[in-house]
């Protein structure tokens, strides 16, 4: 059974910073890409980062670029989210998901939603003063 948990969502002061997790089971992590998408309230849900398999490929939105930092620990089944100099607009629940047809890659469409059947619960980012 693949599953999706993640972690790590807190209250957080902006300027400051947050690690999320995405603990996978049911599935080899080596093999498949991982997303990273949020959801802030009334808006769509939208693609924050994206991490192959090799980590040769990772894809960050514009807006986190240079704030964020994905990685994965294959050893453990994990990904991570590392958010730095979060801002209030960082404000939303993230999910991680990923999709076993899609495979290794994240390519150029990694951000729409759809294309993912496996997500987790979500983790609540909060930034506020």
């Known amino acids: 059974q693949v599953q999706l948990v993640e972690s790590g969502g807190d209250l957080v002061q902006p300027g400051g910073s947050l690690r999320l997790s995405c603990v996978v089971s049911?599935?080899?992590?080596?093999?498949?890409?991982i997303v990273w998408f949020r959801q802030a309230p009334g808006k769509e849900r939208e693609g924050v980062s994206c991490i192959s398999t090799s980590t040769r490929q990772i894809y960050y939105r514009d807006s986190v670029k240079g704030r964020f930092t994905v990685s994965k620990d294959n050893p453990n089944n994990t990904v991570y989210l590392q958010m730095s100099n979060v801002k209030p607009e960082d404000t939303a629940v993230y999910y991680c998901a990923t999709d076993l047809l899609r495979g290794s890659t994240c390519g150029s469409t990694w951000f729409v939603r759809k294309l993912y059947r496996y997500w987790g619960q979500g983790t609540q980012v909060t930034v506020a003063s």
């Open positions: 049911g599935f080899t992590l080596e093999y498949y890409a």
